[in-house]
Every structure is written in structure tokens, then in C-alpha cells.
């Protein structure tokens, strides 16, 4: 049975919540690619929309927009997904995952795209901030 890590980015906050789905709502995810869109409904979260922007498999392979299919593929990459290298021209053969989400796939990135009227962390809007510690307090 499918397992995921979900990720979902605000772009309006900057914040993002994590969620562990299981089963039917997993199934979801089954054969989709990067870019694809998800109704939230299915999902749990009614009224939003997302849109898949990457992920990982279970070895921690980032998944790469460019590279078909669902297992890993040792591709050449001069920058992107799966680089850190910073000398310009230089190109690297890396080892990624491909862009359809698959058995072995763990972690997914989702963005928002359509907002539903409901807060997707209801619990952390409705409790108060705790007041913070004043850090500039002279040590004696």
C-alpha cells in the first residue's frame, strides 16, 4: 500500500505544512507527473487546488521534471534539480529520480494554486502565541 510525505507550499505565506497520507488518498498520487494538478477533495482539504512540483524516493533522489518515468536515471546536469556545483559550464552525471510518482516515491512538494474558504491548519490559527523571551536581558 502506498505511503507518502506530503509538502504543500503557500506562496502567499511562505509557510508550508507537512501531512502523511495513507491508502485511498495515496492512491491519488499513483502515476501522476511533476506539474500535474490535484483537487484538494481528494486529499482532504476541500476547496483547494494544487500542483505537484517535485518530490524524493525512498534513497532521498530528488525527482527531476526533465527525466521520464518512474525510477532513478543517471542524467548529465549542468544546473537544476540534483546540482550544487557553482563553476559555470561545468556539467556532472548525477543520479535522479524521474517525474512520475511512483511506488517508490516517499516525499511529495505540492503548491497551492486555489485557496479554499477553510485554513488548511485550523488547530494553529486558533491557538494563542505563546509571548516570546526577552533575548536582550543582561546576563549577571
Do not use: W
Not at 3 to 17: A, F, H, V
Not at 65 to 74: L, Q, T
Not at 118 to 132: C, G, I, M, Q, R
Amino acid at each position: 500500500m502506498a505511503e507518502y510525505k506530503i509538502n504543500i507550499g503557500d506562496p502567499k505565506t511562505g509557510k508550508s505544512l507537512k501531512k502523511d497520507i495513507v491508502g485511498i488518498e495515496a492512491k491519488e498520487f499513483l502515476s501522476k507527473k511533476i506539474g500535474d494538478k490535484v483537487t484538494g477533495s481528494k486529499i482532504g482539504f476541500p476547496g483547494y487546488e494544487f500542483e505537484i512540483t517535485g518530490g524524493s524516493d525512498s534513497s532521498g533522489f530528488p525527482m527531476r521534471k526533465d527525466v521520464i518515468g518512474v525510477g532513478r536515471k543517471k542524467v548529465l546536469i549542468t544546473c537544476g534539480v540534483g546540482t550544487r556545483h557553482k563553476r559555470k559550464g561545468t556539467r556532472l552525471r548525477r543520479t535522479v529520480a524521474g517525474n512520475t510518482i511512483g511506488q517508490k516515491t516517499v516525499q511529495i512538494n505540492l503548491k497551492i494554486l486555489k485557496y479554499g474558504k477553510d485554513s488548511l491548519n485550523p488547530a494553529k490559527e486558533a491557538t494563542a502565541e505563546a509571548p516570546k523571551k526577552d533575548k536582550t536581558a543582561k546576563k549577571q
